[in-house]
Antibody, heavy 120, light 107 residues
Framework: QVQLQESGPGLVKPSETLSLTCTVSGGSTSSYYWTWIRQPPGRGLEWIGYIYYSGSTNYNPSLQSRLSISVDTSKNQFSLRLRSVTAADTAVYYC??????????????WGQGTLVTVSS | SYVLTQPPSVSVAPGKTARITCGGYNIGSKRVHWYRQKPGQAPELVIYYDNDRPSGIPERFSGSNSGSTATLTISRVEAGDEADYYC??????????FGGGTKLTVL
């Protein structure tokens, strides 16, 4: 099974850009869909967006204007950039694999998650 | 907008059967997936495609989906099943959606 590990700053200032990287082992980013999900403290899960290894993306409409997800198959990594962050973006951020079958998909491997706090 | 509705909490005695529901308009026409999240841990897939189990998930976990309600059923509940459970679907308009989550308490 694929293993995923998130990395990046744990503290970001308001109005700045949140940047995270997910490193994939036990599998290749040259296949599958790769996704980001977040969970504000004490709250539920929110899908952020996903990228196919070819580079095509699909984003949560509520975040789309601030969001960019990219993949680097040479490094077996994919990344998240969320611009103009506010305190509402404080959350545990998870990377995961997204299995697509027909008109549905599910998340079958998850990273351990990384807490990002937006604060000055 | 499409909304998935879960009860905030469900309580069950050890050895009994827990049923966690996920309501949505005509959800029976969609495929539902379920995740378990223990405190301080990442979510884990327990049911996909309505009623398929990933390897390593015991047969005590099953799912059903019809009409406006999908249900995760956990038979012979154990203390280790205590966790938050989330349903998830794919919707043509909103792509990936999660339910609000249900906290399962084992009495």
């Amino acid at each position: 099974q694929v293993q995923l590990q998130e990395s990046g700053p744990g503290l970001v200032k308001p109005s700045e850009t949140l940047s995270l990287t997910c490193t994939v082992s036990g599998g290749s980013t040259s296949s599958y869909y790769w996704t980001w999900i977040r969970q504000p403290p004490g709250r539920g899960l929110e899908w952020i967006g996903y990228i196919y290894y070819s580079g095509s993306t699909n984003y949560n409409p509520s975040l789309q204007s601030r969001l960019s997800i990219s993949v680097d198959t040479s490094k077996n990594q994919f990344s998240l950039r969320l611009r103009s962050v506010t305190a509402a973006d404080t959350a545990v951020y998870y990377c995961a694999t997204y299995m697509v079958v027909g008109a549905t998909g599910w998340f079958d491997s998850w990273g351990q998650g990384t807490l990002v706090t937006v604060s000055s | 907008s499409y909304v998935l509705t879960q009860p905030p909490s469900v309580s069950v005695a050890p050895g009994k059967t827990a049923r966690i529901t996920c309501g949505g308009y005509n959800i029976g026409s969609k495929r539902v997936h379920w995740y378990r999240q223990k405190p301080g841990q990442a979510p884990e897939l327990v049911i996909y495609y309505d009623n398929d189990r990933p390897s390593g998930i015991p047969e005590r976990f099953s799912g059903s989906n019809s009409g406006s309600t999908a249900t995760l059923t956990i038979s012979r509940v154990e203390a280790g099943d205590e966790a938050d459970y989330y349903c998830q679907v794919w919707d043509t308009s909103y792509d990936v959606l999660f339910g609000g989550g249900t906290k399962l308490t084992v009495l």
